[in-house]
């Protein structure tokens, strides 16, 4: 009887505990936060504008799929490296269905974080440490961003809906349209324009460095005007007809005043930067090679207007490294771009090719294809007995390109691209091997070591730099007035910078738009811009369809095999009509049938 | 003769016995008592040696019943008679002091009906012959006798009964029994429990031993099927639940259940995809699936607690039963829509202690190592694919010579690395010793079991540490149950798993990576001077350089699972019937992991130099042993308290169940605060059953509960079931003759799903506060102030997942249980289902990840499931059984809240979850002509050549892209599962075989050593498979299975479509053993009751359409592959 009395008081104990706990399921997370509460505090408020930043693209990361397709898809440059979506691109193998890098999702996603900051940043209570100063500060940063964003979409996708509040999701989304391209670009200059006024003119303390100055906000207004001026966008015939579903037409009809504009924005922004200390890099010794090429790698350097903070990234390294410094030898500039590089002596080396694809040299230019020199190049650039290809080339072709013969880092004796080479196709494991027998030079840091044990430096990526600017205002002030003095004043101040004599006097506007273009080609290389200018050129049919060169990989069995130094079709790419415009993906286009699709797709 | 005592407690039995010597006739009833009675009555004889052979007695004209009492209490002496001649006998009247006991007995019976015998302490008191006997008439005598069972162990408490008297015996706990024989003529019937009933003529014989056979018939009318909660007698179950038997399972050696199930019960779908030793477990479903993102796995109970089932050992299962409908899952409410799986482990029986050891050893050979070509063929290849594009040759024929001839294999090796890096065969053993026995109060059951798989990674003789690898596991429970009163019953239980296991530095999915990535032709094994080989670019090492130069890593994984239960029976107390019982349980989980890893220098091996030294370039340099560790640790604590009904009136029967419980889980090594918050459960359950006459069935069952991960207010639901069931068989106008049973049920119900998927608490809009994109700030990049982003935007009506399942089902029995078969045929919509919304747009600014959850989302399922089971034992006790079980299930989806496609093949609606999407393919190309006649594929890539993919142009716009893209074949878990096989047993022989198979599923032969030269010429390994069945320029292409090779990625043949995409459909041999059961007699002499030897097979035979790999596999590549095995083991018990 005890036994039962005692079980049944374990019994009832038993009940008393289950019964008595009545909030056991109420176990909800209590220690997140709101959003409410995320702006009711200034240290919260500024961890959520460090995610706006975080959206901004990484675009030094070339392969892997990541952001930047841009290079690859160029004509001055073959990454061998076939699941990365520039190959796909190259090949016209791609649809609404394969944009494997998706832009709209990303800079969509980084708009409602930018709206939500500005839309709340207000709230944040002000204090000793957090000024109104340092409110409009951030909220200007937040509001660049915003035009940012909108800008990288505007660059690919042409007419997009705009992102200028957040949406609750009872919120009606198929009243989400593709707004006028004209609209888009207004929008992102007003964008500028309001930012520009919240902005410091130049970052000066330290642990500032990676922040939106003013410089960003102005150039990017006179980029996105430069665009809008441009033949793609600027009364393009192609899409007259291009309307959305309601009729709306989404291009607008050619104006020649948009020329101006651009030219005036840029202008404003090299005024406005150079007054706040900004200039073109130079570097301490002057030396024309080292001018051009430090200033990819000295970071913050006087000429960046703005950039974005990679930390010890590696990959522009490791991809561009050579096979015998253990890297993935994935960043292949094309022969089509080395022939561009001028001699020193200002002069083109190859003005054209035959119907063969040989080489029509400038006798003038002292170019030539045969032979290999005896002595070494100066400044211990390149080893005696490299290809006469590569003597006498401007010094940015020495400061973007590694080429055989080429000294670089630990590799004194040359590097070695013909297939034998310690650096060639012959060594590879794998399918990692230079494509074209060139390895891009430009942007690697020469103090980097890859393997056997990693030594990274601190990176960054410019999006802007005065240099561009000086050229965007030469191509638009060329466009809307001819050749005058400015033209030249700001095309010959790049020149100078690596050592080369100012451009011929004289030249008509065409020639002058030919001249613009071939130095934006080359001093802009390898910077995400090329693909973008054939595009607003409307040159990508011609440029970007068909056959890219690079040297004989296959073949080489020495310094001076010349089976190695001949020109061979590397990859036909396909460029149609369709292309200049991104497609919305189709699981985009699905939801929102509204969306219209891009021409071609 | 049957005996009813009347019996209160311990005392009134010693008087009634030891007192009385009296035995009452009357009705029976509980053979437990009886064998408790006679128990005690050879206690008593042993302690009653110190009793006088003299007697003193004084009575007059007394019963002979009082006087026998009385000479009982002095001498000690038992008497043994029927009590009912005791009627006409003559009284007595006796005065005698400390006489001897004879003497006295020979005066109390002269003159009665009766004579005596005394056999040992017992006093046998047997009628005379009638007078009308013949003169020379025999007199009755006593048999001794004993009964057994089939495998020679006493029975006690077998019931002995003198055909056509009142006579009869019970047997005592050596299974021995007396009883009084009147003539040759008599006959017996020998009764027991669950045995089938014996008739015998035990002639003149004074002594017999008789065996018993198991009544597997009657077995079954008794047999109990677990279900949730309970248990409940097989013939009255109306659910969906099936059951294994153990033995069957324990045929396939392996050291996870979930691959020995598969195909061997109804209801059950099972895919293994890998044989990594502790990693090797699969995947499980109960009747398919019906969800799109939600948890698709079974609920799991060991002993009623939600534990693994893969490191519960085989043999301390004693049962294992799978509930399928909502009848037998509504108990578990918002966790039972996936089905539910029951297992219980073994229990302490009343007996003497047994002892058992099960030793088993088997060798392992893996199947199916993915097959590659060599290097001369891997030449060919480049040097193809160089020349389908116009490019110049990849190699010379110089150097496709030296591949050839190996003349130089370092610089032109030729590796196979299957073989260099993996072994062919490698061993397990598991070994297991228990201990079962106890008595009356007490019973317990205790097992300690130890397997040892090794692994199939060769090693490094010159590397000091192991790299291949290991797991070894010890196992540990002890089931003890306690009557602490008579009404009190109490159950502790502990089971302890201590796993330990060994891998290389680099995971299996790594080194099978490099065994794809890798080609013949690489490098060799090692460099001429010893040193490691690689080359630049992502060949830095060989797969056996991955799997026995980087490190190891050791796993240690412990587990503790206890419970203690109470079961009080209120029957005398309350109401008959009613029993109250508690639970409690807490199991802990702990794992650590040590990694040490490592990375060899390693170097590029480039030949001789003019002087004919060997030249190197360094790759990459070494970096020394390093250290670290991980660990995972979680807890569960559970409390159950329930109250149980069960008292039959006349032909209704009543049963009812009513429980309340609560789970609390906490992992206590969450990375992040929320998921440290516990997981939490609580709710009731209740069930009502009625049956009428066991004709008519009648069945309620609902759950109430509800978790954490709701919001307040929407946290509880009610799960509703009912069920009938028809025994057509119990009514009078049924002739039993060929069916011998048929029952008809019928289901109706809803179940949920808590495991909906997706994060934990989705009411909550959430901040995540250290947002994995981030941004440096500061000239340094070194300056972070911390990155905060929306996690996810809440949705405050999130709830769980309901299934409402519909099911019929017909037992039917045919020939005395002979044949059995059970159908049961299911319909479910589980709806509710939590998806991300779907038709948000991406430009209103909701990326993927933080888009709410919505419970949108509806799938049907269904299908049959059934079992077909033949047995039967012959005369000369040959015994044969067959068995054969299938099952099929087949989803669609109703609504997954996907857009709208404005292709109707597009539209994901009306589609099998899962299933397959891409292009259709109808061919290769022949040539240029076929390729310009086709509709234009140069979306998918620029140039189109002979031998590339035709695809089907599904919307006929002549241009082949996204929009010809559809739904195709099966998904890759099975549809349809199915097993078969049978035992023979004759004398001390059996042998087994049995095959399980899946049909109605595909699988994609595609990847890195299929699609060749993803990444280039020279890239990749290529499988023969492809080499040998491609499209060849120039050759006869007519048989060509895979499309021609390029010198990079083929965008238009390397994407998902229907020529990659093979029958899934497999039959194996999955099982088949012989053993042989050592003669008892022999055995016994040496103390041993009972060895039986076995040999068997896992694994042994496939028959399927892949032939390239595993076909349960999840993608056509190499994986750590299964294991065949044959396993030699021995089962003595003591």
């Known amino acids: ?601 | 003769m049957n005996f009813t005592i009347h019996r209160k407690d311990p005392l009134r039995l010693y008087k009634l016995i030891a007192g009385n010597c009296l035995i009452n006739h009357s009705k029976v009833s509980r053979v437990m008592k009886l064998t408790a009675l006679l128990l005690t009555a050879i206690c008593l004889q042993s302690s009653a040696i110190g009793y006088s052979q003299q007697v003193t007695l004084s009575e007059k004209n007394a019963p002979l019943k009082k006087v026998l009492q009385q000479i009982s209490k002095q001498s000690g002496y038992t008497f043994f008679y029927d009590a009912r001649y005791f009627n006409d006998t003559r009284r007595i009247s006796l005065e005698v002091t400390n006489t001897p006991l004879e003497k006295v007995l020979t005066e109390c019976f002269s003159g009665q009906p009766f004579t005596y015998e005394v056999l040992d302490r017992t006093i046998i008191v047997k009628r005379r012959p009638e007078k009308n006997d013949n003169s020379g008439a025999v007199l009755s005598w006593v048999l001794s006798g004993k009964v057994t069972n089939e495998k020679d162990e006493v029975l006690p408490g077998a019931t002995i009964k003198v055909l056509g008297t009142s006579k009869g015996a019970v047997t005592d706990v050596f299974g021995k029994f007396l009883v009084e024989i009147g003539n040759e003529n008599d006959s017996l019937s020998v009764t027991f429990i669950g045995y089938k009933t014996q008739v015998i003529h035990p002639g003149a014989a004074k002594t017999i031993t008789i065996k018993l056979f198991p009544d597997l018939e009657n077995q079954k009318l008794n047999d109990v099927v677990i279900v949730g909660f309970g248990k409940q007698k097989k013939v009255s179950v109306t659910g969906a639940v099936s059951t294994v038997k153990i033995s069957e399972v324990q045929q396939s050696a392996t050291a996870s259940l979930s691959n020995a199930i598969g195909g061997r019960l109804p209801g059950i779908i099972t895919r293994q995809s890998s044989g990594e030793p502790g990693y090797d477990a699969a995947s499980v479903f109960i009747r398919g699936f019906s969800t799109i993102n939600g948890s698709r796995t079974p609920l799991i109970l060991v002993d009623g607690i939600e534990r693994d089932m893969n490191n519960i050992n085989v043999q301390e299962i004693e049962s294992f039963s799978v509930l399928k409908d909502a009848s037998a899952t509504a108990v578990y409410g918002i966790r039972g829509a996936n089905g539910v799986i029951l297992i219980n482990t073994k229990r302490g029986v009343e007996g003497r202690p047994k002892v058992s050891f099960r030793t088993e050893t088997a060798r392992l050979t893996a199947l199916r190592l993915p097959e590659y070509i060599n290097s001369y063929e891997y030449g060919l290849l480049c040097n193809e694919a160089m020349a389908n594009v116009g490019k110049p040759a990849f190699f010379t024929q110089e150097e496709l010579q030296k591949f050839k001839d190996q003349s130089d294999p370092y610089l032109y090796p030729d590796v196979d690395w299957i073989n260099t890096t993996l072994k062919k065969n490698t061993y397990q053993t598991i070994n297991n010793l228990s201990l079962v026995g106890g008595n009356q109060t007490f019973r317990y059951f205790t097992n300690v079991g130890f397997t040892l798989v090794d692994g199939i990674y060769r090693e490094d003789p010159t590397v000091p540490y192991k790299t291949n690898s290991s797991m070894k596991r010890y196992n540990f429970r002890s089931n003890v149950d306690v009557n602490i009163t008579k009404n009190l019953k109490m159950d502790l239980s502990l089971g302890g798993i201590i796993q330990n296991s060994n891998y290389p530095g680099a995971s299996a999915g790594a080194i099978f990576e490099y065994l794809r990535w890798t080609p013949n032709n690489a490098f060799p094994v090692k460099n001429p001077n010893g040193s490691v080989p690689a080359k630049n670019g992502f060949l830095n090492r060989s797969p056996y350089v991955v799997s026995t130069q980087t490190g190891y890593e050791k796993q240690f994984r412990n587990n503790i699972q206890s419970s203690l239960g109470t079961t009080w029976d209120l029957s005398s107390l309350v109401t008959q019937g009613l029993s109250l019982r508690g639970l409690f349980a807490y199991d802990f989980y702990n794992f650590m992991r040590n990694t040490r890893s490592k990375v060899p220098a390693t170097f590029q091996y480039l030949g001789k130099d003019a002087n004919g030294v060997d030249k190197y370039q360094p790759i990459g340099g070494e970096q020394a042993l390093s250290y670290g560790t991980g660990y995972d640790a979680n807890r569960a604590s559970y409390l159950e308290l329930s109250a149980n009904y069960d008292r039959a009136f006349g032909k209704h029967r009543v049963g009812g169940l009513l429980l309340g419980n609560r789970r609390e889980y906490v992992n206590l090594s969450a990375g992040n605060s929320i998921g440290n918050i516990p997981f939490r459960r609580q709710g009731l359950a209740s069930r009502v059953t009625y049956d009428y006459d066991s004709r008519y069935l009648l069945e309620f069952n609902g759950g109430y509960n509800g978790s954490e991960n709701f919001p307040k207010g929407k946290r509880y639901g009610f799960f509703p079931s009912g069920a009938v069931g028809w025994v057509v068989s119990n009514e009078d106008f049924w002739s039993r003759n060929v069916v011998s049973s048929l029952k008809l049920r019928g289901s109706y119900g809803k179940v949920g799903n808590d495991q909906i998927g997706g994060d934990r608490f989705l009411f909550q809009s959430t901040i995540n506060k250290n947002a994995p994109a981030s941004y440096l700030f500061g000239e340094n990049q070194t300056y972070q102030t911390g990155t905060f982003q929306e996690s996810l935007i809440g949705n405050p009506n999130v709830t769980w997942e309901v299934a409402t399942k519909a099911n019929v089902g017909v037992d039917l029995e045919l020939l005395n249980g002979k044949i059995t078969l059970t159908v049961d045929a299911f319909k479910e919509r589980r709806s509710g289902i939590l998806i991300r919304r779907g038709q948000i747009p991406i430009s209103a600014g909701y990326p993927g990840d933080i888009i709410p959850y919505a419970n949108l989302g509806v799938v049907n399922n269904k299908g049959m499931d059934g079992s077909l089971e033949i047995k039967n034992r012959t005369k000369s006790g040959f015994y044969y059984s067959f068995q054969a079980n299938f099952t099929y299930a087949h989803n669609i989806i109703i609504e997954d809240d996907s857009p709208l496609r404005p292709l109707a093949y597009q539209n994901s609606r009306g589609q099998s979850i899962d299933r397959p999407y891409g292009y259709e393919a109808i061919g290769l190309f022949k040539d240029q002509e076929d390729i310009d006649k086709s509709p234009s594929q140069t979306t998918l890539q620029a140039i189109i050549r002979p031998g590339d993919i035709k695809y089907k142009d599904l919307n006929g716009d002549g241009v082949i892209n996204a929009n010809d893209q559809t739904y195709f074949g099966f998904p890759r878990n099975p549809e349809l599962m199915f097993g078969f096989g049978g035992t023979v047993a004759w004398k001390g022989i059996d042998m087994s075989i049995f095959f399980t198979g899946a049909a109605r599923t595909n699988l994609f032969l595609q990847g890195r050593s299929t699609f060749a030269f993803l990444d280039g010429v020279d890239s990749y390994n290529v499988m023969r498979e492809y080499y040998d069945n491609r499209w060849k320029p120039g050759a006869d292409n007519t048989n060509a299975k895979y499309p021609s090779v390029i010198d990079l990625k083929s965008t238009n043949n390397y994407i998902t479509n229907t020529l990659y995409m093979k029958n899934g459909n497999y039959l194996r041999l999955k099982s088949a053993e012989i053993g042989y059961s050592f003669n008892q007699a022999l055995m016994k002499r040496i103390g041993i009751a009972s060895i039986r030897a076995f040999v068997n097979g896992t694994n042994l035979a496939i028959w399927d359409h892949i032939k390239v790999v595993n076909p349960e596999n999840d993608n056509g590549e190499g994986t750590y592959p299964l294991q065949s095995s044959i396993n030699i083991g021995a089962q003595v018990n003591f």
Request: hydrophobic residues 35%.
């Open chain 1, 1 to 601: 009887m005890k036994a039962t009395i005692n079980s049944l008081v374990l019994l009832l104990l038993i009940m008393t505990v289950v019964s008595c706990r009545k909030d056991f399921l109420d176990k909800a997370p209590d220690d997140d936060l709101t959003i409410e509460q995320v702006f009711a505090n200034r240290d919260y408020a500024s961890n959520f504008l460090t995610n706006v930043y975080a959206q901004m693209p990484q675009e030094a990361i070339w392969p892997d799929n990541a952001q930047n397709p841009y290079h690859g898809a160029a004509d001055e440059l073959k990454q061998y490296y076939p699941i990365s979506f520039c190959n796909s691109m190259t090949s016209g193998a791609w649809d609404a269905n394969s944009t494997v890098i998706n832009p709209w999702a990303r800079n969509f996603g980084g708009l409602r974080k930018a709206n939500i900051f500005i839309e709340n940043i207000d709230k944040v209570p002000l204090d000793q440490l957090y000024t109104q100063a340092a409110r409009s500060r951030q909220k200007g940063e937040a509001i660049f961003l915003r035009a940012f964003f909108h800008f990288l979409m505007v660059r690919v996708y042409g007419p997009i809906p705009i992102a200028d509040s957040t949406l609750t999701l009872d919120a009606d989304f198929k009243a989400l349209r593709r707004q006028p391209l004209e609209k888009c670009v207004n929008y992102i200059v007003s964008q500028c324009d309001q930012a520009a006024a919240l902005l410091p003119a130049r970052i000066t303390e330290g642990t500032e460095y990676g922040r939106v100055p003013r410089s960003a906000a102005l150039a990017l207004k006179a980029r996105v005007l430069l665009y809008m001026a441009s033949p793609l966008f600027n009364g393009n015939p192609d899409y007259t007809g291009f309307k959305d579903n309601e009729g709306n037409r989404l291009f607008p009809d050619y104006q020649a005043s948009r020329w101006q504009v651009a030219a005036d924005a840029a202008k404003s922004c090299i005024d406005q930067t150079e007054a706040a200390g900004y200039g073109l890099y130079t570097a301490a010794n002057n030396d024309p090679v080292r001018n051009y090429q430090e200033l990819f790698y000295v970071n913050n350097n006087k000429e960046v207007l703005f950039a974005y903070n990679e930390g010890n990234y590696d990959g522009l390294d490791v991809y561009s490294e050579p096979l015998s410094l253990s890297g993935f030898s994935l960043n292949a500039p094309t022969q089509d771009i080395v022939d561009q590089y001028e001699m020193a002596n200002g002069l083109r080396p190859i003005t054209g090719y035959t119907a063969d694809h040989s080489p029509i040299i400038n006798p003038l230019s002292g170019y030539t294809e045969t032979g290999f020199t005896d002595v070494a190049g100066p400044n211990n650039l390149y080893v005696a007995g490299t290809s006469n290809m590569y003597v006498n080339r401007e010094p940015r072709f020495y400061a973007s390109i590694n080429y055989s013969g080429a000294v670089w880092k630990t590799r004194t004796g040359g590097l070695e691209f013909w297939f034998k080479g310690a650096d060639g196709k012959g060594v590879a494991g794998g399918g990692n091997y230079s494509a074209t027998g060139y390895m891009l030079k430009k942007l690697s840091d020469p103090n980097f070591v890859w393997r056997p044990v990693e030594k990274t430096t601190l990176r960054t990526w410019i999006f802007f730099r005065l240099g561009e600017q000086y050229l965007n205002y030469a191509e638009a002030l060329n466009e809307a007035q001819g050749p005058v003095p400015d033209v030249y004043k700001y095309i010959n101040l790049i020149r100078a910078r690596s050592g080369l004599p100012g451009l011929p006097a004289g030249l008509s506007k065409e020639e002058m738009r030919e001249r613009v273009h071939h130095e934006r080609q080359i001093e802009l290389a390898f910077e995400s811009q090329r693909y973008f200018d054939n595009h607003r050129w409307k040159m990508s049919e011609t440029i970007d369809n068909g056959n890219i060169y690079g040297l004989s990989i296959f073949l080489g069995q020495s310094k001076t095999d010349p089976a190695f130094f001949k020109r061979v079709p590397v990859e036909r790419r396909v460029f149609q009509k369709k292309h200049y415009l991104w497609p919305m993906l189709k699981t985009e286009t699905d939801k929102n049938p509204n969306l219209v699709q891009n021409p071609g797709w």
